[in-house]
């Protein structure tokens, strides 16, 4: 317990991000690897490791860590094995806690990305003080932790929480890698404001939009705000509109768990008013009056680049705190 470091690792996609944390949160190195270079994943560990053990060295040895904490796509808290993540070369179910124990002589903790980031919120951002909220991350895709009594929701079989994925639009939109129709997530990301961008030039034709002067290649979410903030209509129609889709979805949630506060991160939030001020109108008028103007929806305050190694050491930190040393 008195040990004064722990290394976070979030596994992405694309890019692996490592660190070593001390307890007031802070960062003491961080480097990343890519995370599909390796066919199996016992390689992807070595190359993980051949980069952690100089910084553990340097801060001092193993015997100064507590443990390992990870955020993984499809991340199993109960198992500790990556579940058939469809955006990661390895297949199948992969016990990589269990694998990464044995390599390091850590303790290893492992949950879904989504989950970490509402943990490191709980621990050093805007919810310190707030045992019940729920996380929403705004990025290419949207991620959702929910915190209830101060306790992630994980459920039954450790998947608990998939908010992104939940059907807002009946018949709606397609999305390419779930084949749901009308999910959360195929308007709410990053993805979905693009797909809305073109959405919305096709259909209206006849109206100016600077976003016109971008090819299809080229639009995206930035480039839809780059264009609302000089005021262009239908950049700013798509803001709303966007909103419009997240305000009803948090409208959902809050009615399942009566949260006191929903924090939005990624991405997405850059666009500040011009989503924020949508979403809260439209939040507000789909909830019950016994649910009306009590939730605060709050941005994250921690710094995107760090959050996802943050996140993931604090699910070290929270075992610990619980005085469990197991989930």
Known sequence: MNKPYAIGIDVGGTTTK????????????????????????????DDLCEKLLPMVKRAG?????????????????????????????WKGIIPIAELMQKKFGLITKLTNDANAAAV????????????????ITLGTGVGSGIVIDGKIVVGYD????????????HGGRLHK????????E???????VRETAIEMLTEHPETESLLRNYSINELTSESVYDCAIQGDTIANRI???TGQILGESLANFIMFSSPEAIVL???????????????????????????????????????EADAAILGASALVWDTLRDGKGDF
């Open 158 to 169: 450790g998947f608990a929480g998939e908010l992104g994925h939940t059907v807002i639009r």
């Open 186 to 192: 195929s308007y709410a990301s990053a993805t979905g």
């Open 265 to 303: 991160f990624g991405g997405l939030t850059k666009a500040g008013p011009l989503l924020l001020n949508p979403t809260r109108k439209y939040m507000e008028a789909n909830l019950l009056p016994i649910f009306q103007n009590k939730v605060k929806l709050l941005f994250s305050e921690l710094k």
């Open 120 to 135: 490191g919120e709980m621990m050093y951002g805007v919810t310190k003080n707030i045992k019940h909220f729920i996380t």
């Open 239 to 241: 803001f709303e509109f």
């Open 61 to 89: 040895g193993i015997d100064q860590f507590v443990g390992i904490g990870m955020g993984a796509p499809n991340g199993n808290i109960y198992t500790g094995t990556i579940e058939y993540a469809p955006n990661l070369k």
């Open 177 to 184: 890698s779930t084949g749901l129709h009308g999910s959360l």
């Open 18 to 45: 490592f660190g070593i944390v001390n307890r007031n949160g802070e960062i003491i190195e961080q480097d990343r690897i890519p995370s599909n270079a390796h066919e199996v994943v016992e390689d992807f560990i």
